[in-house]
């Protein structure tokens, strides 16, 4: 049986994690171009933002929300368990399904310049894993978009699923020494965890791996909750940072963002909303940092990507590893991914491994 993992190790971990993010960027400059951003972050914030005492209220209104989201998800979680029953039982197969195809997908068409940001050809220029990290930008790397483009089919395949997820790693780090920390404090993060996760799990199913001998053994099979309180704390604990760093101290960015999709929202002014949606994004992220409520925490965010995919006429491969990563969510629920309990066929499978 898999022993707890101390508190005070994944704390500090996950406090390490957060710490090094450093400055963070969103993904405003995807759709706006590098003028429009550079003259739109010198705009002073609307007033809303610089209240204190409109602030306090809010954020007391905030906390409220949070412990009320909180006693009705736990008052709740005996229905969302029966409900998902079902799905629960094919997490194993279907989670890691998920995460290959979500991952792969994305980190793919952005080595073919098929998701290019505002304003560039589509497949004109490479980018390593998001449209503003143009591989172009950096002479003499743009040999990296190969490595990706056969890493994202390994993962698609499900070929040698953890050498690729160690391979989507070792893009990480070649992007965070070229980018900056700006490349890891926001995008590493959220295409380092997925991989993370499929070192644990594998491939799950439609996957080549299951033909051929094991490639590598599971990623701490004897410590479930370390994995899976890492993943939370990474994808919850950047969310949380994006909101504050990006949408709370450059909201003007996230205003403009909305005055170019024209997104009607029952008339309320867009620095309301622009808070609203900042506050939302941060409760989000500390409530999965927690490991509270992540199915209907996932099953919102699935809704609010595709919500504003659509309203922004953007395409949701995109956020390809994000949808990845909260489905397997929705699937999974808050459990940790014990392999020494998996059903008999997954379990003979992480032996052979």
Known sequence: ?????????????????????????????????????????????????????????????????????????QLLRPTEDRLFRSLNHRSHDWGPLCLRLGLGTTVGMNALGGLPRHGTETWSTPTLFVPDMQLALIPGWDWLALPALITSVLLVLGLGTRLAALGILGLVAFGSCLFSLDFIAYYGFHFAAPAFLLLHVGSGSLSLDRLLPPSLPPLLPNAPSLVWSLVQITMGGTFAVIAVLVKFLQPTLLIAILEHGNIWFFGLPLSVVALTMMAIELMAGILLALGQLIRPISLFLLCAFTFFAISLQETPLLHGNLYGVFLFFLLHGGAPIDLLQRPQAALSEAQRA
């Open 1 to 73: 049986m898999a022993q707890p993992v101390p508190a005070r190790i994944v704390l500090s971990l996950g406090v390490g994690l957060i710490l090094i993010s450093g400055s963070a960027a969103a993904h405003e400059p995807w759709l706006l171009t590098p003028q429009e951003v550079q003259t739109l972050s010198q705009r002073s914030v609307p007033e809303l933002f610089r209240s204190p005492s409109l602030l306090l209220v809010f954020a007391l209104f905030a906390t409220l929300a949070v412990f009320a989201a909180v006693l009705a998800g």
